[in-house]
């Protein structure tokens, strides 16, 4: 594994090719999403409901990569959102003749929903309900209560049902199954791990990432199958074993492959690859691989290799045994069995998996996250964002120009934590934004007026949408440019039931877009900052405790070791974003550099760390790299403590070469991304 980026740059025009070239998911998720907004764009059209650019651009908050989440999701949103129009019309009713009343409501209801927008399982969604509740008590105050304002609500509501319910649909309809996914995901590990034992250079990247994935994804994947009934709970618990065994093999491959690694003779690479793409197939097919029959040749090998060997060898042949499975039970049932999931259990005879090797169960969270009252940013995010918002809704209030009313709702849809995401993100929002503009004004120039149907509407939308959305589900380096080309198209080219052609509209749609895009960043960087230093930090210390965990040995240890290192790579994403931040915010380059090198270390050395820990669980020796990794000075390292095992001493080697050659070496971090959904 590689050192981390020292300075993560924006996207150049060379990497767009690689940033917008298709990987597995990102061509189903668009042709959703795709449908979804133009089902949206349908319905609203053919009942007049107003502001239903908003309503198409919903859809892009509500897409997930499975149909289970694809449903619940929006059914979740349009319970909130029902709920938070009673609210509203309560504080309407009570805050109508007094406007300082309501624009006060306005404030601590927004400030309340953003707050559990951070600090909440209702972070996909809360931005969007604080923005209803700030958008839908300012239209609330223009009309008397009555008729006008039951319509009013009405039409509130329909804002996020429509949406809701085209995705409903189109999810149960279009989107895979999350058991599909995630043996999806399983067979594409075992796969790299094959190229990568067949010695295919252009894997290298794709697999360091794969290593780095975690199992989080996966794990939730088979939650949400038992809960749709796609999966039994022998199914789960043997996918679950899969998913570590699968984190076993990939350290294996890491060692025996990787930089620094010792080789293996080309037979027998042979043989383990010809197996792995078998298994790989298994998946594929919906099922997973039970009863495998690998034999190897008798080859001698240095001592490292050979514990890689070892371990690898071990989980292949117990890759997805279960506790919970029946004795006896055997087999991969064919995919294609129309409507019955493919299985498998541990084969007959065959040594019985202890409890403890299955991975441990994730701790049932409760709806705030552990640091909800203890986290100042949190309590930071929601006034900052709000406080964006109340000064655009002042602002045009006081001008008289509604037409940009646009800029409130901007500062709910873009706002972020620190000052470094923001201005990482603010380019992308700003360049999305220009594009959007001119192609929807383009639009509306040469080819709105040569329109004659809502058909012609919907194909226009359908290809933006399309467009959009290759980007919006894309990495994260392009991500936020589909959003805001899609956000402010939408605005420009659906004005009303019918193809529009006013031009003010669209110019002051962008003039608001572009207005809440700056005042967001002035707040963020110069009004009320805050440096991620502070959540680094945290991520580090939290990162050398999992790796602790990991030197204690055990069977859960690789589950551990996939858990450590998908935090690893988060906190090297929220590293990166100190680049971005102001130079009297930003840390010192001495800072940024020890913590780069300390996660760089600990990534590089994670394969041997977790086969050394097999063999010697809580060896002093192991803690002590831990401890002083990425260090300029660290300790001294103690003899290891098992000394009659020849393969300990070279493992503990062969990580403090990779740790040196990870602190000192060039950055050649690959950026490419799993998919997982558009960013909300």
């Not at 707050?115 to 300012?138: N, Q």
């Not at 304002?149 to 189109?170: D, F, N």
């Not at 192609?439 to 509306?444: K, L, N, P, Q, S």
Request: charged share 15%; proline share 8%.
């Amino acid at each position: 594994m590689d050192r981390p980026a020292a300075r993560p740059g924006f996207p150049r025009p060379g990497d767009l090719a690689r940033l917008l070239a298709p990987f597995p998911g990102r061509g189903e998720m668009t042709l959703r999403l795709t449908v979804i907004c133009a089902l949206t764009a349908l319905v609203a059209s053919a009942y007049g409901t107003p502001e239903a650019a908003l309503s198409v651009y919903i859809a892009f908050f509500l897409i997930r990569p499975d149909r289970v989440l694809s449903a619940i999701l929006p059914a979740m949103m349009l319970l909130l959102v029902s709920v938070i129009l009673g609210v509203i019309l309560l504080v309407t009713t009570a805050s109508i003749d007094y406007p300082i009343l309501r624009v006060s409501a306005m404030a601590l209801l927004s400030a309340g929903f953003l707050f559990l927008a951070s600090a909440s399982k209702l972070r996909p969604i809360g931005a969007i309900l604080a923005m209803i509740v700030g958008f839908g008590l300012d239209q609330m105050g223009r009309v008397p209560i009555g008729e006008a304002s039951t319509r009013m609500l009405l039409y509130a509501w329909l804002l996020v049902a429509i949406p809701a319910g085209a995705a409903i649909v189109a999810g149960l309809l279009l989107a895979p199954s999350p058991r599909r996914l995630a043996c999806d995901r399983l067979a594409r590990r075992l796969r790299l791990a094959a190229e990568r034992l067949s010695g295919s250079a252009d894997s290298t990247p794709a697999f360091a990432l794969t290593l780095r994935e975690g199992n989080k994804q996966i794990l939730t994947w088979l939650k949400l199958s038992a809960l749709e009934g796609s999966s039994s709970r022998a199914d789960v618990a043997a996918l679950r074993q899969a998913a570590v065994s699968s984190i076993a093999i990939l350290g294996a491959v890491d060692v025996l492959r990787g930089e620094g690694g010792t080789g293996l003779p080309d037979a027998l690479a042979r043989s383990l690859a010809g197996t792995l793409a078998d298994m790989a197939a298994m998946h594929e097919q919906g099922g997973y691989p039970v009863e495998i029959d690998l034999a190897l040749p008798s080859v001698t090998l240095p001592p490292a290799a050979r514990a890689a060997l070892d371990e690898m060898h071990d989980a292949i042949m117990r890759y997805a045994e279960s506790p919970d499975a029946p004795a006896g039970a055997t087999g991969v049932s064919d995919a294609s069995a129309a409507g019955s999931p493919a299985a498998g259990a541990p084969a007959a005879g065959s040594p019985p998996t202890d409890a403890s090797t299955a991975p441990t169960a994730p701790k049932r969270g409760g709806f705030f996250l552990p640091d909800a009252g203890t986290n100042p940013e949190h309590i930071a995010y929601a006034l900052k964002t709000t406080g964006a918002a109340m000064f655009c809704y002042l602002l045009y209030t006081l001008l008289d120009w509604p037409g940009i009313h646009t800029c409130v709702i901007t500062c709910y849809i873009v706002s972020l934590g620190s000052a470094g995401e923001t201005v990482q993100k603010l380019r992308l929002r700003l360049a999305g934004c220009v594009i959007g503009a001119l192609a929807g004004t383009a639009a509306i120039v040469f080819i709105v007026p040569h329109m004659d149907s809502i058909a012609s509407l919907l194909a226009l939308v359908s290809i933006a949408a399309a467009l959009s959305a290759w980007i919006a589900v894309g990495p994260p380096a392009i991500a936020y440019a589909g959003f805001q080309i899609a956000f402010a198209f939408f605005l420009c080219v659906i004005q009303g039931a019918g193809p529009g052609f006013d031009l003010t509209i669209a110019r002051d749609r962008t003039i608001g877009i572009l207005l809440g895009n700056m005042v967001v960043y002035l707040i963020f960087t110069r009004v009320w900052p805050v440096s991620i230093a502070a959540s680094v930090d945290r991520a580090m210390t939290a990162l050398r405790a999992q790796w602790r965990a990991v030197a204690a040995g055990g069977a859960a240890r690789h589950a551990l070791a996939a858990e450590a290192l998908a935090a690893g790579r988060d906190a090297q994403r929220q590293l990166s974003l100190t680049a971005y931040e102001p130079a009297w915010l930003r840390p010192p380059q001495a800072w940024q550099d020890a913590r780069r090198d300390t996660l760089a270390a600990l990534s590089a050395t994670a394969a041997p760390l977790v086969l050394a820990a097999g063999r010697a669980p809580g060896d002093a020796a192991l803690l002590a790299r831990i401890d002083g990794a990425g260090l300029a000075s660290p300790p001294s390292p103690p003899l290891p403590a098992a000394r009659g095992d020849a393969a300990l001493p070279a493992l503990l080697q062969l990580m403090d070469a990779r740790a040196a050659r990870a602190v000192a070496g060039p950055s050649t971090e690959p950026t490419q991304e799993a998919p997982a959904h558009a960013p909300a």
